[in-house]
């Protein structure tokens, strides 16, 4: 008796940990179908992002029971109909492309698939192409109110390009359109803390600004802001008006000034000549030699000789 019931007790104890342990998660479940079916996939798919993935860890106990017969269903069909479900079942992404598989609208472990073969189970699973190409998009013009309250218009140019598939395909519903209107909205919020000169000069800076505010934004939908580029800066008519008036009248204020500095050195030069020339008698001579040879080559009806002072003043003197 003592026998039976010690081997009772053994059996108690082995069959216990099945009653209290914890239920098996549907990801769990779902790699292991996998490992025993075989899924296909290729060499280089990318890493598990499920985990990054909204919802993407909640249980559905309730479904484990329907997931596994569905499944079970779905390999029997391909089985039955092979080779012609094959058909059905081999897709190819290219080098550029990847997949993202979702088994009865869960996300299939392993991250996306890709580039080359990999098998999708008729009935049970879908998928979406996700490019990874760098794409390029126009920022529309933004009207925006600088920090000096001067409304001006921007536009400018983004380079983007995904680089977690899983995570923009099940974060997103549309990752090109909301990244677009996250790029306006900050356009206006970075533009609107600076000044109109620092606008118009600083763009490189405004450029690297604005990408680590995008890229911080759309980490969480799995995309990668590689450029941001200001294309054009307008301003106001008006502006542009009082802008060039100022830029015209600093000019001439800078014209005047060297024009002021030219005669200032002209005049000292013509009094240094003078100097030199009142201290030499023959230099005054040759000067009024040299102003009778210009008046003579000169085809004038009248001729004026200009007389020396010293002469003048002589034949004033001798008259008195």
Known sequence: ????????????????????????????????????TGHGTSGLAGPDDRGYVFGANESSHE???????????????VILFFPFSLCATIKVVQEYERAVIFRLGRLLPGGAKGPGIFFVMPCIEEYSKVD????????????????????????????????????????????????QLLAQTSLRNVLGTQ???????NREHISEQMQNVLDDATDKWGIKVERVEIKDVRLPTQLQRAMAAEAE???????????????????????????????????????????????????????????PIDMVASFMSGKK
Do not use: W
């Open 249 to 307: 009248a600093a000019r001439d204020a800078r014209a005047k000034v060297i024009a002021a500095e030219g005669e200032q050195k002209a005049s000292l030069a013509l009094k240094e000549a003078a100097d030199i020339i009142t201290q030499s008698p023959a230099a005054i001579q040759l000067r009024y030699l040299q102003t009778l040879n210009s008046i003579s080559a000169e085809k004038n009806s009248t001729i004026i000789f200009p007389l």
């Open 195 to 201: 000044n109109l000169s620092e606008i118009l000069s």
């Open 63 to 77: 479904s484990g029971c329907c997931a596994v017969i569905l499944t079970a269903l779905s390999y029997l069909l």
């Open 132 to 179: 990874l190409r760098t794409v390029s998009f126009d920022v529309p013009p933004q009207e925006v109110l600088t920090r000096d309250s001067v409304t001006v218009s921007v536009d400018a140019v983004v380079y983007y390009r995904i680089s977690s598939p899983t995570i923009s395909v099940a974060n997103v519903e549309n990752a090109a359109n909301s990244t």
């Open 1 to 36: 008796m003592n026998n039976e019931l010690k081997e009772r007790g053994n059996n108690s104890s082995h069959v216990a940990p099945l009653a209290t342990g914890t239920a098996t998660s549907p990801a769990t479940l779902n790699t292991a179908t996998s490992a025993a």
